[in-house]
């Protein structure tokens, strides 16, 4: 099938060109899409140069399944229109709150597809969100969570290019004995920890912090009670999150092992020593969510703490919009 890219020259861009490649997902025709800046610019896909197309110019008529990987801006302007002619599989946070637009993480949710024919738009979750949901649903059918602390610790990759820029510009300027200063952080990034991920609201969190909230709630269960801090860390590519976990059933960490042990996308690294645990810089380019740290909540009944790491641009974006494309091809497009 013929297959559309919009934002092909970004970061996530680039990294469902790769998974499209990692994964050999059958493509007749891939049509690589930005803005006019870009246009002309060749990508290398599967060995062949393809020319980069202007996305006012492009018929979406064209493609089966279009990839928007350009932001809220672009997805609010030209979302709906490509859907008037394809389906769209969404990475941006534009329609995540839209009722009628399904919220789609595979292996946790992947029923909500058959809502595709509502508006021909998926949407991809927060690339925070996708590694929580995907370690607690094989927890919450066994326990039933009831309530969730999450702490994130988010790289810098997840704000874009120019920030991972920022990053390494003043690492460097750090070790020079120069004055730092932040263009896309509120603080000095290097060597640091901001406390604030996208604006504040009028409760005192961030946007970010309540969208990690009403996401794990739309994808896992409305029911769940969920608390959020995000922090920005020094890191270039892969999110890590430590959850607090209390089940409304007695757990029992063995069980719980052996049930992640098997989970679809989960891969536990959990030893008691030193390095028996996943890092961001390990996660990167993996395609599992890792979980480590898995012990017992010693102040609280029927609680568990972990520890989650993830590749950013891939589970928690590029990746985890192909695996909706694969799921939707499974049901034949409409959930059937």
């Excluded at 006012?56 to 801006?73: L, N, P, Q, R, T």
């Excluded at 929580?132 to 602390?149: E, F, M, Q, S, W």
């Excluded at 645990?277 to 012990?295: G, H, L, M, Q």
Aim: include cysteine.
């Amino acid at each position: 099938m013929n297959i559309a890219i919009v934002g092909a020259t970004g970061n996530v861009g680039r990294k469902l060109i790769e998974v499209l490649e990692k994964k050999k997902f059958e493509i007749s025709e891939l049509f690589l899409i930005a803005s006019s800046k870009s246009e002309g610019k060749k990508i290398n896909f599967n060995g062949k140069e393809h020319i980069v197309i202007d996305l006012e110019k492009f018929d979406f008529s064209k493609v089966k399944i279009a990839f928007f990987a350009a932001g809220s801006a672009i997805a609010e302007k030209w979302a709906n229109v490509a859907a008037e002619k394809t389906i769209v599989i969404d990475n941006s946070k534009f329609f995540r709150k839209d009722p009628d637009i399904p919220l789609v993480v595979p292996e946790v949710n992947s029923k909500e597809l058959a809502k595709v024919k509502n508006k021909n738009i998926i949407s991809n979750a927060n690339c925070s969100v996708i590694p929580v949901v995907v370690a607690l649903k094989p927890l919450h059918d066994l326990y039933d969570v009831r309530r969730i602390v999450v702490s994130t610790y988010q790289s810098v990759s997840g704000a874009g290019k120019a920030p991972m820029d920022e990053l390494l510009s003043q690492t460097q300027e750090h070790f020079e004995n120069k004055k730092l200063e932040s263009k896309y952080f509120t603080k000095q990034i290097a060597f640091n920890a901001i406390p604030h991920i996208d604006s504040f609201l009028e409760n005192g969190y961030t946007k970010e912090e309540q969208k990690t909230t009403d996401e794990i709630k739309k994808i896992l269960d409305k029911k769940i009670k969920v608390t959020s801090t995000c922090v920005r860390i020094p890191v270039l590519v892969s999110h890590s999150i430590s959850a607090n976990v209390e089940f409304n059933k007695k757990c029992n960490l063995e069980e719980i092992r052996n049930v992640l042990y098997t989970s679809p996308g989960c891969k536990v690294v959990d030893e008691h020593k030193d390095g028996g645990y996943i890092t961001p810089v390990e996660a990167e380019d993996k395609f599992e969510t890792f979980i480590s740290r898995i012990r017992l909540d010693e102040s609280q009944p029927n609680s568990i703490n972990l520890w989650i790491v993830s590749d950013n641009l891939l589970k928690g974006a590029a990746l985890n919009a192909v695996e909706i494309a694969e799921a939707l091809i499974e049901k034949d497009f409409y959930g059937q």
